[in-house]
Nanobody, 115 residues
Framework: QVQLVESGGGLVQAGGSLRLSCAASGSTFGIGVIGWYRQAPRAQRELVVTISRGGDTYYVDSVKGRFTISRDNAKNAVYLQMNSLKPEDTAVYSC?????????WGQGTQVTVSS
């Protein structure tokens, strides 16, 4: 089983930056794609970005050019650098990891962007 712990959320003004971290522990061997999802109040959870073990990435259009995901396989960690933040980026951001097709989720970290 994989445990995921997110950190780095907080309150920031529009135009500011935050860096989220997702640390994996437990049965980390075989972790494949890791992704960040977010859920705003009264909205469905949406996929924001994913990164494969080999470094292939996918970004939802709304964050392209502003967010950057990176991965350190040796540390079993994934990072999400978020720049030029907008109020509409406000949400709980959760880390998701697939290991042999089985997903694991972190508890989430709140990101609030004030206008």
């Amino acid at each position: 089983q994989v445990q995921l712990v997110e950190s780095g959320g907080g309150l920031v003004q529009a135009g500011g930056s935050l860096r989220l971290s997702c640390a994996a522990s437990g049965s980390t061997f075989g972790i494949g794609v890791i992704g960040w999802y977010r859920q705003a109040p009264r909205a469905q959870r949406e996929l924001v970005v994913t990164i494969s073990r080999g470094g292939d990435t996918y970004y939802v259009d709304s964050v392209k050019g502003r967010f950057t995901i990176s991965r350190d396989n040796a540390k079993n960690a994934v990072y999400l650098q978020m720049n030029s933040l907008k109020p509409e980026d406000t949400a709980v951001y959760s880390c998701n990891a697939f290991r042999y097709g089985i997903p694991s989720w972190g508890q989430g970290t709140q990101v609030t962007v004030s206008s």
